[in-house]
T-cell receptor, first 117, second 110 residues
Framework: EPEVTQTPSHQVTQMGQEVILRCVPI?????FYWYRQILGQKVEFLVS????????KSEIFDDQFSVERPDGSNFTLKIRSTKLEDSAMYFC???????????????FGPGTRLTVL | RKEVEQDPGPFNVPEGATVAFNCTYS??????FFWYRQDCRKEPKLLMS???SGNEDGRFTAQLNRASQYISLLIRDSKLSDSATYLC???????????FGQGTTLQVKP
């Protein structure tokens, strides 16, 4: 069964450093997402991406965050200057519908655990 | 008020028990509804979509009441492997954004 993959599985960084989290969505999917989950809290939407542009972003997704689809397979989340509160599990997801379908399914990758020291 | 509310539990039940989880959502513009399952420190995985007519998948039955903005999940004949956190999720808007509840933790004991 096709699956979303993410690398690295765990990233440790110093506060103020830049990190890039990588995702390879399912190959025929067109809609891509990033979510995060702080330990013990709910999963929160960060951003959705379609047709090489952001279609929606949350309040969390401020100027320190950016997303990119640099080639036909990768989808990346960059945090320019990490803060302690960015420590969380970051999940990438993809789907083959997304806009007007009520039957679309988002498939999640295994996540990257980001620890900011 | 949280947009999707769930009783966090934990629900501790013996094997073979029937257990029900409830969820309410506050935004009447919500379009699609799902139950996801999340094992400890793992990604959410879709358990089932939820339709107004109700739907069943083996031991799992989901119901949606749009008038009350209420979603339920019933698990019959609980197995040890059902132990997990069950996430109530709604989709709103035309970008596919998913809004998650806090999750309800189920522990099935032998």
């Amino acid at each position: 069964e096709p699956e979303v993959t993410q690398t690295p599985s765990h990233q440790v960084t110093q506060m103020g450093q830049e990190v890039i989290l990588r995702c390879v969505p399912i190959s025929n999917h067109l809609y891509f997402y990033w979510y995060r989950q702080i330990l013990g809290q709910k999963v929160e939407f960060l951003v959705s991406f379609y047709n090489n542009e952001i279609s929606e972003k949350s309040e969390i997704f401020d100027d320190q965050f950016s997303v990119e689809r640099p080639d036909g397979s990768n989808f990346t989340l960059k945090i320019r200057s990490t803060k302690l509160e960015d420590s969380a599990m970051y999940f990438c997801a993809s789907s083959d519908y997304g806009r007007n379908s009520s039957s679309d399914t988002q498939y999640f990758g295994p996540g990257t655990r980001l620890t900011v020291l | 008020r949280k947009e999707v509310e769930q009783d966090p539990g934990p629900f501790n039940v013996p094997e073979g028990a029937t257990v029900a989880f409830n969820c309410t959502y506050s935004n009447s513009a919500s379009q699609s509804f799902f139950w996801y399952r999340q094992d400890c420190r793992k990604e959410p995985k879709l358990l089932m979509s939820v339709y107004s007519s109700g739907n069943e998948d083996g031991r799992f039955t989901a119901q949606l009441n749009r008038a009350s903005q209420y979603i339920s999940l019933l698990i019959r004949d609980s197995k040890l492997s059902d132990s997990a956190t069950y996430l109530c999720v709604v989709k709103r808007g035309n970008t596919g954004k998913l809004i998650f509840g806090q999750g309800t933790t189920l522990q099935v004991k032998p």
